[in-house]
């Protein structure tokens, strides 16, 4: 059974800092590109970064680039995404994508940016 469980979500105030994973299972992570995503209240969802199956290659969106960083570990199947400066925009809730041959998706963490 595939499975993509995200943590690390919560209330955080501004200018500060979070540490998501989202640890996967049923398939074989090692080769799968894994993105983070994120869905605003009332807008689009939005790709913010994406890591290569070997964390060889990394790309941002421009809002979060200098801020957010995604990682992986191939030996733990997971993916992880440091999020520091945070702003009140962040706020969504943030959800991990495997692709590959086939597309996966976990259930999100929301994440909170207020004061």
């Known amino acids: 059974q595939v499975q993509l469980v995200e943590s690390g979500g919560g209330l955080v105030q501004p200018g500060g800092s979070l540490r998501l994973s989202c640890a996967a299972s049923?398939?074989?992570?090692?080769?799968?590109?894994m993105s983070w995503y994120r869905q605003a209240p009332g807008k689009e969802r939005e790709l913010i970064a994406v890591?290569?199956?070997?964390?060889?290659?990394?790309n941002y969106a421009g809002s979060v680039k200098d801020r957010f960083t995604i990682s992986r570990d191939n030996t733990k199947n997971t993916v992880y995404l440091q999020m520091n400066n945070l702003n009140p925009e962040d706020t969504a809730v943030y959800c991990c994508?495997?692709?590959?041959?086939?597309?996966?998706w976990g259930q999100g963490t929301p994440v909170t940016v207020a004061s």
């Open positions: 994508n495997a692709q590959n041959s086939r597309v996966y």
């Open positions: 049923g398939f074989t992570f090692s080769g799968y590109r």
């Open positions: 890591i290569s199956s070997a964390g060889s290659y990394t």
